[in-house]
């Protein structure tokens, strides 16, 4: 498995999205999701024996997902397309609350992302975890809560931004993702 975090296949084969190529910026937001999901369905096989080393094979392209796709995927949602929505949707779309509710699962999102690299990164570097129970149960809440927000953010979010975004600020997004992608 490529260790090159912008190449590398996702557990399950999926494709990492190219690293600078963004197009349209909802349906890059929309491919990241459904690679989200093959690795939720990954997660959920390998953790499915209750033993680490069955994730210890895998542990090293889970970090790079971890560490550099979802973080950008996240920062993405949080600086361009939340603020986005927020200025562009109308009263009724009611969307203010669920765009609270998915900033603070980001949040919680972060704190659970960083037990999962400690742990993570010990399992990729060739060591036996202390507590091996700790990140099983981390992955497995990790696996329900994503498949959670992916759902609002499919079934909702994404919807409403094919909607209500206008050419210019899918534009803008995609320039400022591209730059993201590119370390800028
Ligand atoms: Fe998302
Ligand atoms: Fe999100």
Known sequence: MSQNTEQAAAPGGADAPAATAVGDPIEHLMA????????????????????????????????????????L???????????????????????????????????????LVDFLRDDLAVLARGHTLANPTRLLINLREFVVTQRRHLGWEDETVLPLAERRLTPADREAMAGRMAARRRGA
């Open 73 to 111: 995927h996240i920062a993405d949602e949080e600086k361009d397309l939340f603020p986005l929505l927020a200025a562009r949707c109308l009263p009724e779309d009611n969307l203010k609350g669920l765009l609270k509710q998915l900033q603070r699962e980001h949040e919680m999102d972060e704190d």
């Open 32 to 71: 990241e999701h459904a690679r989200q999901r093959v690795i939720c369905d990954e997660l959920e096989r390998l953790i499915e024996p209750m033993q680490a080393a069955a994730v210890q094979p895998e542990a090293e392209t889970l970090l790079a997902f971890l560490t550099h796709e979802l973080a």
